[in-house]
């Protein structure tokens, strides 16, 4: 917790209590891990602690994944992770651009494909021009992480059913001569592949 609470300073948003693996704890580890990924080359790895919690039963409450005897709960938290780690190249993109206040981003790319994660931490959307030097192709996919509410986290008590209010969808993009256009949603956080 003390990790995330000194990413939520570094992504601008304000002190206070805030639920454990709740969205903004998301949207600032996806900020922090840009920077993870733009260094990849001093750093080796990451890992997430603690990893597992029983449902109403731990003295961890940010753990990563919430169990009971019949359901498993995915947290804000793992989705995050889950997006970094089925988006990643074999190498590290250098980035050349000048990105709004609270916009954080990071690139890899393998032989066929270029991943762009960007992270959104303004109340409003903001919309970035993404130039891609000889790539080709019609559209990009966007996996996209947001709540409009910051306090959102997913649920699981005991005996009940997962409740997710928070997940990652996935919609398209045009790619038109070369140029993304991408909306980044209200504090988000967004994979884009080409």
Not at 24 to 49: P, S
Not at 56 to 72: D, F, N, T
Not at 138 to 150: F, G, M, N
Not at 179 to 187: G, K, P, S
Request: charged residues 15%; proline residues 4%; glycine residues 6%.
């Amino acid at each position: 917790y003390a990790a995330n609470a000194h990413s939520l300073r570094l992504a601008g948003f304000p002190a206070g209590y805030l639920k454990p693996n709740c969205f903004a704890t998301a949207l600032a580890e996806a900020a922090f891990l840009t920077g993870i990924e733009r260094n990849a080359d001093v750093v080796a790895m990451t890992c997430y602690a603690p990893l597992f919690a029983l449902a109403e039963g731990s003295q961890w409450e940010h753990c990563l994944i919430k169990y009971s005897p019949g359901h498993v709960l995915k947290t804000a938290n793992y989705y995050v992770q889950q997006m970094y780690a089925n988006k990643i190249g074999t190498a590290v993109v250098a980035l050349e651009a000048e990105l709004p206040d609270k916009v954080y981003a990071s690139a890899t790319a393998t032989n066929d494909q270029l991943f762009l994660k960007l992270v959104n931490a303004n109340a409003e959307p903001v919309q970035i021009t993404v130039q891609l030097a000889g790539v080709s192709g019609s559209h990009a996919t966007v996996e996209c992480l947001q709540a409009d509410d910051l306090q959102a986290a997913n649920e699981l008590s005991f005996a009940g059913a997962p409740i997710e209010s928070v997940y990652p969808q996935l919609t398209e993009i045009a790619l038109t001569e070369g140029n993304l256009v991408v909306e980044l949603a209200r504090q988000s956080f967004s994979v884009i592949v080409v």
